[in-house]
C-alpha cells in the first residue's frame, strides 16, 4: 500500500509542479507582514505552497508505511496507531486531490474566457 501510494503521490506532484509554473508569482504572506523583524516582507508562491502541502502528504505517507511496516515485521505492537496513521496518509492524499482537482478547474476555467 506504501509504495503504490508513494508512487502516485509523486507522480501527482510532479503534475502539480508543472501546472504550478505559470502560477509562480509570489504573493505576500500575511505572516510576513505582520511579525517580521525589520520591517521585511518574503514573498511566498501559490508554488511553495502547493510544494509544501505535496511534501506533508509525502512524509504522512512515508511514516505510516514505516509504522505499518513495523507492525508487520513484529518490532511494534501499535496496530491502532499505525491504522490511524494510514487513515490519516490516506485522507491527506484525498485532500491533496481535491485541491489539485480544483486548481485544474479552475485553471481550465480561465483557459476557456474569452478575452
Known sequence: MGSDMSASIHAVAARIEA??????????SPEATQGAAGGATTAVGFADRLREAIRDVDARD????????AV?????????GAM???QEAS???SMLM????KVVGALEDLIKLQL
Open 84 to 86: 490511524l496513521a494510514s
Open 62 to 69: 512515508r511514516l505510516a508505511a514505516e509504522q505499518v511496516a
Open 72 to 80: 508487520d515485521a513484529g518490532r511494534s505492537d501499535d496496530l491502532v
Open 19 to 28: 501546472e504550478a509554473g505559470a502560477l509562480a508569482q509570489p504573493a505576500i
Open 91 to 93: 485522507l491527506s492524499f
Open 98 to 101: 481535491q485541491t489539485r482537482n
